[in-house]
């Protein structure tokens, strides 16, 4: 499958994620960020929104764009957050100031070394914390981001990229199991 049989299969009422997911994959329609930077936050935020024919599409769509290392980095940040996101985001949702003194004993060897610049894979792990709905690691990324001299235009591409796959997922996942159920 790919990302026109993705659109194809978008109903008609979701005609704005067609539109959106054509933008926010291009340079035009993501200021700040370079094809590269766009390709590793789409991958990372495809995968981060749990449907698999929109992550297969996405990986086959910038195949071209993207080294197997920076690829794989893309995983590491959807893989990565999936786990931070949920411990920080109890850390700070619980509200026991207790838990922010605690080491989180979970290893995040791959942040040292991701597999591509520094900045792309900040940008990736912005994009599917705001997926995954982790404000503390958010701010984090964001302020990280900011010390790189990142503008906050290429920090807001990033989450509107985060925006759209989610959506296309979330909307796709739906009408297939739509259809399913009329057929049945």
Do not use: W
Not at 33 to 45: E, F, H, P, R, V
Not at 82 to 104: C, D, K, S
């Amino acid at each position: 499958m790919n990302l026109d049989d993705i659109k194809g299969r978008l109903p008609e009422y979701a005609k704005d994620l067609r539109l959106n997911l054509d933008s926010v994959l291009g340079e035009s329609g993501s200021p700040g960020l370079n094809a590269k930077q766009i390709a590793i936050i789409a991958l990372a935020s495809a995968i981060a929104s749990r449907h698999e024919p929109l992550t297969s599409a996405i990986a086959t769509h910038v195949a071209g764009t993207l080294s197997e290392a920076e690829a794989n980095a893309a995983r590491a940040a959807a893989a990565i957050m999936a786990m931070n996101n949920i411990y920080y985001r109890f850390t700070h949702l619980v509200g026991n100031e207790e838990y922010a003194t605690l080491r989180a004993g979970l290893r995040m060897n791959v942040i040292a070394n991701p597999g591509c610049e520094r900045v792309d894979f900040e940008l990736a792990s912005l994009a599917v914390s705001a997926i995954n709905g982790c404000g503390m690691c958010m701010e984090s990324h964001e302020k990280t981001l900011r010390k790189h001299n990142v503008p906050a235009p290429a920090m807001q591409s990033a989450a509107r990229i985060a925006a759209v796959m989610h959506a296309v997922a979330v909307t796709a996942e739906q009408a297939s199991a739509a259809a399913c159920a009329a057929v049945a």
